[in-house]
């Protein structure tokens, strides 16, 4: 079964700080992974996905994740974080070739300071 | 291009009440899905589409809930004697079959059952 561990609830930064948000994941097979971010009493919103090819991913908003296979990983990073960026973020993976049947993770609250 | 609608946006019930939420979802999209998130957590497939029949519908409390789309296009999410376990804000997405195609999700139903 695969499942998904954001060990960070909360992540508060400063801005212009980088960031970095940590997933790890679980799927015996080659599994697909997103990020999506969540602002207050909306919808989610597709950050980026990963299929295959260069591990290194970019997404919208100067948002980029890596997939390390050895380590089960794909966390997500930013290099400079703006007050707009406070929101939840979701990690999610799904098998091969079933693409919508996500598997997210609980989230992490990024907040950032001005 | 619009994105996935849902309505209403928000719903407050009574325990034993019944409620349906409806989605329509993006032009020529044949996948169709509901998810359900508590609060402080992340969404959790209920059922999924393609075209009219169902996919998967393994997670959906059957005794209570139902989901249709009957022509393959709009969608309807039904939940029969809501209960106050079922407060959630209720998520549908859609997508286009084929490899790669992440699904791209509606601003939600929030459902409070007192």
């Known amino acids: 079964a695969q499942s998904v561990t954001q060990p960070d609830a909360r992540v508060t930064v400063s801005e212009g700080a980088s960031l970095q948000l940590r997933c790890k994941y679980s799927y015996s097979g080659t599994p697909y992974l997103f990020w999506y971010v969540q602002y207050p009493r909306q919808g989610l919103q597709l950050l980026l996905k990963?299929?295959?090819?260069?591990?290194v991913v970019q997404g919208v908003n100067g948002f980029e994740a890596e997939f390390i296979k050895s380590n089960s990983s794909f966390h997500l990073r930013k290099a400079s974080v703006h007050w707009s960026d406070s929101a939840v973020y979701f990690c999610?993976?799904?098998?091969?070739?079933?693409?919508?049947?996500?598997?997210f993770g609980l989230g992490t609250t990024l907040q950032v300071q001005p | 291009e619009a994105g996935v609608t849902q309505s209403p946006r928000y719903a407050v019930l009574q325990e034993g009440q019944a409620v349906s939420f409806w989605c329509d979802p993006i032009s020529g999209h044949d996948t169709l899905y509901w998810y359900q998130q508590p609060r402080d957590q992340g969404p959790q497939l209920l059922v999924y589409?393609?075209?009219?029949?169902?996919?998967?519908n393994s997670q959906l409390p059957s005794d209570r809930f139902s989901a249709v789309r009957p022509k393959g296009t709009n969608s309807t999410l039904k939940i029969q004697s809501a209960k106050q376990g079922d407060t959630a804000t209720y998520l549908c997405a859609s997508s286009f079959r084929g490899h790669n195609q992440a699904p791209l999700f509606g601003e939600g139903t929030r459902l409070s059952v007192l």
């Open positions: 990963y299929y295959s090819g260069d591990p």
């Open positions: 589409f393609r075209d009219e029949a169902v996919i998967d």
């Open positions: 999610a993976v799904s098998a091969t070739g079933n693409t919508g049947k996500l598997i």
